[in-house]
Structures are given as structure tokens and as C-alpha cells.
């Protein structure tokens, strides 16, 4: 199985900041990735898949950026909505590996 | 409007079997691969199993390999997960998800999801 690390596991920051994320993969996965973002009580949402193209719908403020072993998913300026956990997930290979998740709190 | 809606969880004893359902509604379900994905209370994702259009593609997680098997029913718009064997360490909350039409197979709508509890 291709193992997925995120980092950081939690992140706290405040409305306006540029925040980052980082995925690794185990092995190389191309541009096989994508990211979702999960609210409290509610069913993840996508966010960017291949690595770096925005979902229909999804805010210009997040970007993806990386292949082969490392990406990164960014909010170029928080908003309050902004506030949630956030998941990688590798699609190169089954079975397809989630990131642990990053909570991203109010600071 | 796309939409996916879950069915079947519950309680259920160690070892014992439970069958899940996923109906769908606003798009061409035979057109796309269809995935499940738990989550454990307080846990994070965990993809369990997909099953592509035409039933020529089928994956599992190493964790449920064996134990769950994935169907579906085109012609009803259903996607379906047997689960057998169960143990408490498949508690979660099971959600059903499409694959992305092209591209990647990311998963571009999820339903609501379903519980499952596994105790005595």
C-alpha cells in the first residue's frame, strides 16, 4: 500500500493568513492526488484533484501544487469558513490512501 | 442535482453480517465507478472498496479484503457493500462516493453516509 503522511496533523492560525500543507506519498503517484475538505457532522467535499485543478465551485484561494512524493494544498487568506480539517488522498495505485488529516483551527 | 443517499447500517454483534445501500439520483449511474469510504467516530478516512461501471474493475482495502464484497445494480441506481465477519474495529460511519468521470477517480460527490456500530 502506498502510505500518505500529512503535515502538520493541527495548525492554528487566524482569518486573512497564508497557510500551507503538506502531503507526502511513500512512493512516486505522479499527479495522482487529491484533497478534500470535511466539516464537522458533514460529508468531506473536494476540493482539488490532479494535484493542482481547482473543483468546479471551489473558492480561488486554494491552491494545489506538487507530483511525484510531495504536494502542498494552500489558502492564500483565511476566511471563517476556512476553518476545518483537510485530507489528502493518493490515486495512483489501490487501495487509494488518505492523508490522516490536518485540523485547521481558529488561533 | 446529484445525490447519494445511504442505507442499511446499525448495530450488529461481532461476526455477523450487514448489507449496505447506496442510491443514487441525478446523473448516469452507469457511467461511473463507485466508491466507499468509512470513517471511525473521532478517526479519519478510510477508503474501503470501489467498483467500476461495468463491474470489470473491483479494489478493496486490505482491512475488509476477504469480508465485504461491492455490487451494484445499474438498473436500480444502487451500489451495495455485504459486509461478513464483522468486528469492532469496522465501526464507522460508511459513506458512499462517485468517482470523477474522468481524470483521476477523485471523489467528486458523497452521500451523507450510514453508521455502523459493531458490539455485543
Known amino acids: 500500500d502506498i502510505q500518505v503522511t500529512q503535515s502538520p496533523s493541527f495548525l492554528s492560525a487566524s482569518v486573512g493568513d497564508r497557510v500551507t500543507i503538506t502531503c507526502r506519498a511513500g512512493?512516486?503517484?505522479?499527479?495522482?492526488l487529491a484533497w478534500y475538505q470535511q466539516k464537522p457532522g458533514k460529508a468531506p467535499k473536494l476540493l482539488i484533484y490532479g494535484a493542482s485543478t481547482l473543483q468546479s465551485g471551489v473558492p480561488s484561494r486554494f491552491s494545489g501544487r506538487g507530483s511525484g512524493t510531495e504536494f502542498t494544498l494552500t489558502i492564500s487568506s483565511l476566511q471563517p469558513e476556512d476553518f476545518s480539517t483537510y485530507y489528502c488522498q493518493q490515486l495512483n495505485a489501490y487501495p487509494y490512501t488518505f492523508g490522516q488529516g490536518t485540523k485547521l483551527e481558529i488561533k | 442535482e446529484v445525490r447519494l443517499v445511504e442505507s442499511g447500517g446499525g448495530l450488529v454483534q461481532p461476526g455477523r453480517s450487514l448489507r449496505l445501500s447506496c442510491t443514487a439520483s441525478g446523473f448516469k449511474f452507469d457511467d461511473y465507478t463507485m466508491h466507499w469510504v468509512r470513517q471511525a467516530p473521532g478517526k479519519g478516512l478510510e477508503w474501503v472498496s470501489c467498483l467500476s461501471w461495468n463491474n470489470g474493475l473491483i479494489a478493496y482495502a486490505g482491512s475488509v479484503k476477504g469480508r465485504f464484497t461491492i455490487s451494484r445494480d445499474n438498473a436500480r441506481r444502487s451500489l451495495y457493500l455485504q459486509m461478513n465477519s464483522l468486528r469492532p474495529e469496522d465501526t464507522a460511519l460508511y459513506y458512499c462516493?462517485?468517482?470523477?468521470?474522468?481524470?483521476?477517480?477523485?471523489?467528486?460527490?458523497w452521500g451523507q453516509g450510514t453508521l455502523v456500530t459493531v458490539s455485543s
Open positions: 462516493a462517485r468517482g470523477t468521470y474522468s481524470g483521476d477517480d477523485s471523489l467528486d460527490y
Open positions: 512512493q512516486g503517484i505522479s499527479t495522482y
